[in-house]
């Protein structure tokens, strides 16, 4: 069974360039959750969706961050306009369920930000 | 701000040995999990206690949580070279509907051959 996609695994580009990272779910988990990676602040919660629908965005940081997921099986977290301050490990996760349920992480999308 | 901080931040311990690492955190939960994250990879889930529990084993892990000390430890028994890896604990938020985590600054076991 096929584990949470991300891609690309690494993506190195100029400041001031869009960035869209991608995220395919576990099929049938109906949470998709977007963290962000770093050594100063850890793990941080981005948004999270319910069945395709965002349920909490308090964590994203800028305006320049926005995350849809048009159908089940697709997520997508989109930084426009990048700084090198955005550089970091961004990682999917879904779960079935509620918070009493495990979540599944991807292998995360290394970002350097030049 | 982390809810959960483990302790302590590095720990390098002997194969054959055991490990303990530590979590404590500041407000009511229903649940804590522990994750694992080798480098380079995702995080991978564990094991998962709830509130009203004390204690839970699975294999070489065991968990304990005391809520009244807002505390969690992680052991893992017969340290292996494979156990090498950073370890997270994570609690949920208290109030219905809200399913966010929030993840411990995490714990880096390394096992020494």
């Known amino acids: 069974d096929a584990g949470v996609i991300q891609s690309p695994r690494h993506e190195v580009t100029e400041m001031g360039q869009e960035v869209t990272l991608r995220c395919k779910p576990i099929?049938?988990?109906?949470?998709l959750f977007w963290y962000r990676q770093t050594m100063m602040r850890g793990l941080e919660l981005l948004i999270y969706f319910n069945n395709n629908v965002p349920i909490d965005d308090s964590g994203m940081p800028e305006d320049r961050f926005s995350a849809k997921m048009p159908n089940a099986s697709f997520s997508t977290l989109k930084i426009q306009p990048s700084e090198p301050r955005d550089s970091a490990v961004y990682f999917c996760?879904?779960?079935?369920?509620?918070?009493?349920?495990?979540?599944?992480f991807g292998d995360g999308t290394r970002l350097s930000i030049l | 701000s982390q809810q959960g901080e483990e302790d302590p931040q590095a720990l390098s311990i002997q194969e054959g040995e055991n490990a303990t690492m530590n979590c404590s955190y500041k407000t009511s939960i229903n649940n804590l999990q522990w994750y694992r994250q080798n480098s380079g990879r995702g995080l991978v889930h564990l094991i998962l206690?709830?509130?009203?529990?004390r204690e839970k084993h699975s294999g070489r892990l065991r968990v304990t949580l005391d809520t009244s000390k807002k505390s969690s430890s992680l052991l893992i028994t017969a340290s292996r070279a494979a156990d090498t890896a950073s370890y997270f604990c994570?609690?949920?938020?208290?109030?219905?509907?809200?399913?966010?985590?929030?993840f411990g600054t995490g714990t880096r076991l390394t096992i020494i051959p």
């Open positions: 994570a609690t949920d938020a208290p109030n219905f509907g809200n399913e966010k985590l929030t």
């Open positions: 206690i709830r509130s009203n529990e």
């Open positions: 099929s049938g988990h109906d949470y």
């Open positions: 996760a879904s779960s079935w369920g509620r918070s009493n349920q495990p979540q599944h």
